[in-house]
């Protein structure tokens, strides 16, 4: 079964009010998540500042560890250590410690935008992929076969996204018209979508694949299609939607 | 006071569960919002396919009608047109009446982005401003000072990332780690934050202020600070926040 | 008559010894040329520092005064000062006065590229009018014909990479297979071709034409190339042509 | 010593002219290089459409085979291939085969420039390294130490732009102003100079190194700097300087 996502303790309220319940009756439990309603945020690097985890370290057919370890360690690693640094930056900078303005504070606004994608775009590729995979099902499958017609020219359209991109190949879900969208993003600051929530990610950065396919690219993101956590997906694309 | 947000279906259902309550005696008012909760969004272009009428023709002080005229009906406007040709070539495509590839399919992938950020920046942006500005407010008041120190170096601070902007300058909440950013946009799809939410937008285009101002950006930056409507930012900033 | 390019130093001695003829025997008005040999480019900004004169405060037309005279004082005059700034920071820098590295310089890096690419092509684009236009000539009118099939077609094809553009539209000449291209470039330092010359050159920013057109790019666009001072693209074409 | 770069036919006759010898006198072998004075040019496959052979299939203590190969072959071999179909398709177009104009076009006219400059880089990569290198020497010495203070000087800032670049690092000579500028580059098309001269061309796209280096791209970038072909990038400086 799906998890429905954790309410906030606004909602909670709001709606006890609607319903004409004190928020007294209201238990402790359900008034837990304050830090955000998004599954998969809640132990995001852009929260905590540490590393995720991984779920695995290789994925038999897709990705050996070999590919896996300096992906997450240098280059997921990487991000992250970069975007606390500059949290620290902007955190000194706001506190006045240091005037406001310049070329390194120019460089840093820029920066922190690169880094911020990285770090997410890199957690939730390693963690929507599975070695035990099975089918698109649920809220997902219907909201795919609607949009494109069939998972399979979903997955058609979507490798000619990753296909076409130098950073990475994505289905969106743009969470204000609610649809959904296969997008090429060459950078990690290029070819974002304001308020577009990643369900798919697929990183086609070089790093991603270079150790287990050099140059067959082809290969990896054919096979990547196959190797997905739809639950994972699925739970995604459940926690923003109304 | 702030309206709360509305809840969706599933929220009330889902609440009132843990509640012990059983959905038949959810009045069905409470359910009303099936398409989306976010207030900015449900009469958006990118929703409907067509324009967001304008709250105000022009705000004097800031900018005269024939600054907002051509760009409301041509940049807004030439952005959501394309932006609704594109999903109809999308959804014939889709729907199996093309074959998916080639160069005009790369292009409308990059394009489709391009678009989709400018119909809802320039809806942000128009709607964010008031000739009768009062004071930033309730939960944004509290979170910019918390951020930035206080609202004034939170201003001297977007100043910065309009000025090094060839596009949008925004202060822009992070969905998944809750901060707040400002953030310097140089075309409509680069320097974007994936599931970063614009609550105040300036358009720092050419377009937006060369009737006004010619090129006296700064002048069009300082005073734009002066006209937002901080009851609409409070409400942008509420409706996504946990 | 086309004025041919000066030749330098080393050139002149060099053919001098392919005919056998002592260095000796060359005048010295021959060997005047020794700071460049592209006529655009003895007084440009990024050889002087200084702003290199307007031929023309206005192009009846095409351009009033009022459309000329912030776009030559603020975008190119600007981007010539921060180019210059940049200059006197790299001389501090690889003079060893400071380290290398760090934020500030990483900006300044990127920020350079930037401002140099305006600074010389807001030249060729000031350069490049004239009020009293006459038709392509000579060498230029041949090459065009032969790759575009004729005036007209290029001429069409160039206003599509206009107004394709968000920056500058182009024809450029690759100065390694000598072919020529269209080219649209969304900001100065984006869809630049290594080792390309611009010979005709569209500023299609918004502060180019704002203030005569506002948003009817279209039409500026086309009465664009019919004021192109083809004397002068001519000579640009013969610089660097073998 | 040096070889001097070819003539053109052109800059024959016309120091002739200036000699006051007569174009008949001139021997046929001082008329041979119409093509193009610049050596780096000749063979690229700008101008041939065929692959420029490899110098060496391996630098030893550099590149291995292993890592050489897939680069040469699928990415330089990638780019020419799809470069030479675009300007098939531009010639069809110009030729007035089909309408100019569409969702192709606008791909084309973009992608062509990204094509050209992965050409021609990957070429002056390949070409500028040798396995077994000397110095930097003659003319290429003196500017970069008068520019940069020292060779080391200039290595320690060119290093930096590597690091900083997700494409290329380079050495660039201003053919404008003559100055030499080390520049950081993201994609193919972006941070490019208009008129620059690429002399030193590292390419840290992550497929040029993560073979041998997988995430040690400081390793890779300290190497590559040591393995330089003076000969040829002191070639390259002379073949456009005056």
């Given at each position: 079964?799906?998890?429905?996502?954790?309410?906030?303790?606004?909602?909670?309220?709001?709606?006890?009010?609607?319903?004409?319940?004190?928020?007294?009756?209201?238990?402790?439990?359900?008034?837990?998540?304050?830090?955000?309603?998004?599954?998969?945020?809640?132990?995001?690097?852009?929260?905590?500042?540490?590393?995720?985890?991984?779920?695995?370290?290789?994925?038999?057919?897709?990705?050996?560890?070999?590919?896996?370890?300096?992906?997450?360690?240098?280059?997921?690693?990487?991000?992250?250590?970069?975007?606390?640094?500059?949290?620290?930056?902007?955190?000194?900078?706001?506190?006045?410690?240091?005037?406001?303005?310049g070329d390194a504070l120019a460089f840093i606004h820029k920066d922190k935008v690169n880094r911020m994608n990285s770090v997410l775009l890199?957690?939730?590729?390693?963690?929507?992929?599975?070695?035990?995979?099975?089918?698109?099902?649920?809220?997902?499958?219907?909201?795919?076969?609607?949009?494109?017609?069939?998972?399979?020219?979903?997955?058609?359209?979507?490798?000619?996204?990753?296909?076409?991109?130098?950073?990475?190949?994505?289905?969106?879900?743009?969470?204000?018209?609610?649809?959904?969208?296969?997008?090429?993003?060459?950078?990690?600051?290029?070819?974002?979508?304001?308020?577009?929530?990643?369900?798919?990610?697929?990183?086609?950065?070089?790093?991603?694949?270079?150790?287990?396919?050099?140059?067959?690219?082809?290969?990896?993101?054919?096979?990547?299609?196959?190797?997905?956590?739809?639950?994972?997906?699925?739970?995604?694309?459940?926690?923003?939607?109304?």
């Open positions: 079964m799906t998890t429905p996502k954790a309410l906030s303790r606004r909602e909670v309220l709001q709606t006890a009010g609607l319903l004409g319940i004190s928020a007294a009756v209201i238990s402790s439990s359900a008034l837990a998540a304050e830090a955000g309603n998004l599954s998969f945020a809640k132990d995001s690097g852009l929260v905590t500042g540490k590393m995720k985890p991984l779920k695995y370290e290789s994925i038999p057919g897709l990705l050996t560890k070999e590919q896996v370890t300096p992906h997450y360690q240098a280059h997921y690693g990487g991000a992250l250590k970069r975007f606390t640094t500059i949290e620290q930056q902007l955190d000194g900078l706001y506190q006045g410690k240091d005037p406001l303005g890199h957690e939730l590729y390693f963690d929507g992929l599975t070695p035990k995979p099975g089918d698109a099902n649920d809220d997902i499958r219907a909201a795919l076969s609607k949009r494109f017609g069939s998972i399979d020219r979903w997955s058609e359209d979507f490798k000619v996204c990753c296909m076409a991109a130098n950073g990475w190949g994505m289905l969106v879900r743009d969470v204000v018209n609610g649809r959904l969208y296969n997008v090429s993003s060459d950078l990690h600051e290029i070819g974002v979508v304001w308020l577009g929530q990643p369900l798919v990610v697929c990183d086609v950065y070089e790093h991603a694949f270079y150790v287990d396919y050099t140059n067959r690219k082809q290969e990896y993101v054919t096979k990547f299609a196959q190797f997905l956590d739809w639950n994972e997906i699925n739970s995604r694309f459940r926690s923003l939607a109304s």
